[in-house]
């Protein structure tokens, strides 16, 4: 406890208003609900037997089989069922039904938190790009802390 009787005058911080809060809440929901979607489609289709693998250069020819072969793997380690597609035409489409457990679902989620991760960083250096310089023009750090006088309160 100090014995000083001065007190320091609290400035106004420049907080970051609520709503730019919820905004980033809603951009990291709806990036990574578009990367889920996204890798369930691209593995359906490179996982699909319509797929053809001589389109692709010799070094990713290899990948289609290697994620069919992850997904089995990850289907039969993760067996809980949550859903038949033949239940859900609406949702899923009539063409090929199938069952829907958590270790289909686990190829694609692990798939999309990189790809979220990956266009989240993505974003967040666009807008510090377009945001533009945001330090205190009394940091230490920049080149107009100079011109400018800072109080210091000196020991004594």
């Known amino acids: 406890m100090s014995r000083s009787t001065v007190y320091k005058r609290e400035e106004k911080k420049n907080e970051l208003n609520p709503v730019w809060r919820g905004i980033g809440c809603l951009l990291i929901v709806f990036i990574f609900t578009i990367s889920y979607v996204g890798s369930w489609m691209a593995l359906d289709y490179l996982t699909g037997p319509d797929f053809d693998d001589s389109a692709l250069p010799r070094q990713l020819a290899v990948l289609p089989s290697a994620f069919r072969q992850l997904n089995n793997q990850m289907r039969d380690a993760l067996p809980w069922l949550l859903a038949r597609t033949d239940q859900l035409p609406w949702l899923f489409g009539t063409e090929r039904p199938r069952r829907i457990t958590v270790g289909t679902l686990a190829l694609p989620g692990l798939i999309a938190i990189v790809a979220s991760v990956f266009f989240y960083g993505l974003i967040t250096i ?5 945001r533009g310089d945001t330090r205190s023009p009394l940091d230490v750090r920049t ?5 400018q006088k800072r109080k210091i309160r000196r020991c004594r």
């Open 143 to 147: 080149s107009t802390a100079v011109q």
């Open 126 to 130: 666009a807008w510090g790009f377009v």
